[in-house]
């Protein structure tokens, strides 16, 4: 990426935007190949959520991923550039396309802020390949027209332009700068939900799309027969109601009720978005580490502090949720060692509690060998035990005859990569997938020796009330 010493702050016009844009365009004509131009500013404190909702077109791709309690988020819409991807070699192709990229941007103004310069908003469904018919490639990632950011008190917008040879300059130049007077004008306006018109009440019909028990028994027998050790099984709910969804007014009630939790939505632009509320971070790499995480073994919360204590002391006893987690810690080791990459952790899980869960917890992380991008750690974590299982590809070869559906995105990655090589993903948990009146709700459990099918499925209806509370408003 080159970094131009221009301001855009000192020298705030039309003339001045139109000049840069120029450069980048002189650039696509040497190169013979499209200019990423990249323009970052640090503007007054804004929600990227707040914006995402004031410009939500569903006709338009976006993403938005937050973490309330860290105090970071950041929000991306429509596409400068893109690219969909499948197969195994769908994460190299991603980093193929980041770099090529890079390669040819040009960025200007505070690119060091906090989230400043073009940023990669990618997501990895659960399988290298999706089914027809689906609504997210098995990989896609696109840099956003439009990026708004959050890093504790400061807030960075980007504006991202495709300059080819021909682009028409002054149409650029008058887009970028209508944006930058919405941004340094933008102001939260309430509204009465009601208006005019009554509230209805919402109210859903609801199919359960597999079933659960039969599934969870059956993998039992696999599990009896030494076809592996374990497997993750997910139900998943059909919800119809009696009125349109919004996607973001879901969502901004899920990071309400979960502000330990990365609240997340990516939409395809053809009016679904995947959304939830995720408990699991996958991977972050930042400033030289890694950071990765287990997350398996559950049990519900409390009704008071005594009962919650007692669940939670049952949970760190519990031979069969021990075991579970010690799957993953595992298999997280062996997979990211031929890497060369050594984490270190605590020498046993914490309680992680959530709203209405609490799980077995270890949290993991160690320095980034040279050459090892974050990318490549993706590629060989993704999906851990705690989403698929132990052995990885015997137990994920038979998650869709067991479960009867697609995953798609449920329990695939979701993230983001920056300029620098930084960046982090999360795992699509507690999620959602909307698209107007209709949503498919996601929820999964752990099948290991020794359990049982009724308390799994008991332990997928404790995951679904976040996500059914958010939808019923």
Known sequence: MTILPIKPADDASPEALRSFLAICQARAAADGAPVLASISLVVPALDPLAVLEAIFDPAQPHFFAEHPSAGSALAGAEVALSLDAHGPDRFAAVQRFVDETLARTIAVGDVNAPFGGPHFFATFAFHDDVEPGEAFPAARVFVPRWQVSRAGEVTTAVANLAVEVDSDLDALAQRVWRAHGRFARFEPVAQDPAGDREIKPLRFAQAEAGDYLTAVARALELIAAGDFQKIVLARALDLKA????????????????????????????????????????????????????????????????????????????????????????????????????????????????????????????????????????????????????????????????????????????????????????????????????????????GIVEGSEPEREWAETELKFQALLAALRG
Request: charged share 20%; aromatic share 4%; glycine share 12%.
């Open 242 to 445: 009696n009125q349109a969804l919004h996607p973001l007014t879901v969502l901004n009630g899920l990071r309400q009720r979960f502000p330990d939790c990365y609240a997340f939505s990516a939409a395809n632009g053809a009016g679904q978005s995947f959304i939830g509320a995720s408990p699991e971070r996958l991977v972050r790499v930042s400033q030289g580490r890694v950071e990765t995480e287990a997350l398996a073994g559950s049990a519900r919360r409390g009704a008071g502090a005594n009962e919650d204590a007692a669940l939670a002391a049952g949970l760190l006893r519990s031979e069969k949720d021990q075991r579970e987690h010690r799957h993953v810690i595992e298999s997280i080791h062996r997979r990211v060692r031929p890497l060369g990459v050594e984490l270190h952790h605590p020498s046993a899980p914490a309680i992680r509690k959530l709203a209405n869960v609490q799980h077995l917890h270890t949290p993991m992380q160690g320095p980034l060998p040279s050459g090892v991008r974050l990318l490549d750690l993706l590629a060989v974590l993704h999906p851990t035990p705690a989403v698929g299982g132990t052995p990885r590809e015997a137990a994920v070869a038979r998650i869709r005859e067991l479960e009867g559906f697609p995953r798609g995105l449920y329990a695939g990655a979701l993230g983001w990569l920056n300029a620098r090589g930084g960046g982090e993903f999360l795992v699509g948990l507690r999620s959602a997938l909307v698209e107007g009146d209709r949503a498919r709700v996601y929820a999964g459990a």
